[in-house]
């Protein structure tokens, strides 16, 4: 009878095992990584087309007025203009969960500033260098620079900008 011979049959060693953990590590990094990234351009977006839709939401308001008087956050959300997404109990809210605060000074009735708290640096950059023409006669990041409403430079947004969620942006809206 002939004799079968087996070959090393112990399974998988304990390095192999590891370096199969590792490269899923770093796989699983990886993917969260770009997945955090789509999420802050998503929300920078989604900021972005929530000042045009404040703008004008603050102008369809002021319709039966010459200015923006005793137009405020509360007005605004009691409107039921403004999406739902955008408001949290008693505040407008950003997509990444900053708040927004809607402000008229007496001595300037044909403005109103928009302030936008807790924004990511991403939110940040996208806001300062898009151009809000006829919509924001100022624009201002961490009180680091006043553009007059212009969009800022790359350069000028990525010194202004900060990372983290500690950035702030002023705008005033002009009445159409």
Request: charged content about 15%.
């Amino acid at each position: 009878m002939k004799k079968i011979r087996r070959l090393n049959n112990r399974g998988v060693t304990l390095v192999e095992v590891m370096m199969v953990l590792g490269v899923m590590a770093f796989l699983l990094g990886l993917v969260m990584t770009i997945m955090g990234s789509v999420n802050q351009s998503r929300h920078a977006d989604e900021l972005k087309q929530e000042i045009i839709t404040l703008a004008q939401i603050s102008n369809e308001l002021s319709n039966s007025r010459v200015d923006f008087s005793n137009i405020q956050a509360s007005s605004v959300i009691q409107s039921g203009l403004l999406p739902k997404k955008y408001i949290a109990g008693d505040q407008i809210v950003t997509p990444s969960g900053g708040h927004i605060i809607l402000e008229n000074y007496g001595e300037y009735q044909n403005t109103i500033s928009f302030w936008a708290y807790g924004l990511t640096r991403d939110e940040c950059m996208l806001i300062v260098t898009t151009d809000f023409s006829g919509i924001t006669s100022a624009m201002n990041t961490n009180w680091v620079y006043d553009s007059g409403g212009i969009p800022y430079t790359t350069q000028r947004a990525d010194s202004s900008c900060q990372a983290g969620t500690s950035n702030y942006i002023g705008m005033n809206f002009i009445k159409e």
